[in-house]
């Protein structure tokens, strides 16, 4: 099984600061043919359903906002909040589905509050 | 507007099996260009995928659940089900159905259903 790790567990932003949260995975996500990660982001907020945010690690969902942006290959990945607003507080996962089809992780989540 | 609805009983009982339905509304289960999927999270946790299963009737699951799980869907009513046998309490969570654009991106999950396991 690919593990993914995510840090920190949580973290405390100001608003309109710059929040950034990572996520590793324990093998490379980086398919050679096609040269894609196979990494999503979702943001969670209380009592609702994950939202998908970021797949193929930089690419934006549709109707998300800019100051969402995903980087990094191969193991290493980074989510970034540019300017954190009053509604990004949420927990955020990380998810390979490199494995697909048989199988896709998930990290264990960061949550982020305004400081 | 695409939508998915989970559905079943909020309660089980140790060892007895979990059954629960997604219905689909606003589109069609039998496009090849989804597949649809289960993921659970247990009270204050985090993100566990249970399985999914394919237009074409492939299924797949997590290995760690594989010998519990079956995934099936009802083209006839627009449903997939899910069927855990065995609970314990460590299977309490939500539940949630989700559509996938392959490879594996969960693009629209349900609102999720709280299974309660207990005596």
């Known amino acids: 099984d690919i593990v993914m790790t995510q840090s920190p567990d949580s973290l405390a932003v100001s608003l309109g600061e710059r929040a950034t949260i990572n996520c590793k995975s324990s093998?490379?996500?980086?398919?050679?043919?096609?040269?894609?990660?196979?990494l999503a982001w979702y943001q969670q907020k209380p009592g609702q359903p994950p939202k998908l945010l970021i797949y193929?690690?930089?690419t934006r969902e549709s109707g998300v906002p800019d100051r969402f942006s995903g980087s990094g290959s191969g193991t290493d990945f980074t989510l970034t909040i540019s300017s954190l607003q009053a509604e990004d507080v949420a927990v955020y996962y990380c998810q390979q589905y490199y494995s697909t089809p048989r199988g896709y992780t998930f990290g264990q989540g960061t949550k982020l509050e305004i400081k | 507007q695409l939508q998915l609805q989970e559905s079943g009983p909020g309660l089980v009982k140790p060892s007895e099996t979990l059954s629960l339905t997604c219905t689909v509304s606003g589109g069609s289960i039998s496009s090849s260009s989804y597949y649809w999927g289960w993921i659970r999270q247990p009270p204050g946790k985090g993100l566990e995928w249970i399985g999914s299963?394919?237009?074409?009737?492939?299924?797949y699951y997590n290995p760690s659940l594989k010998s519990r799980v079956t995934i099936s869907v009802d083209t006839s009513k627009n449903q997939f089900s899910l069927k855990l046998s065995s609970v314990t309490a460590a299977d309490t969570a939500v539940y949630y159905c989700a559509r996938h654009v392959p490879p594996g991106i969960a693009v629209l999950w349900g609102q999720g259903t709280l299974v309660t396991v207990s005596s």
């Open positions: 093998q490379s996500v980086l398919y050679s043919s096609n040269n894609k990660n196979y």
């Open positions: 299963i394919y237009y074409s009737g492939s299924t």
């Open positions: 193929w690690a930089s």
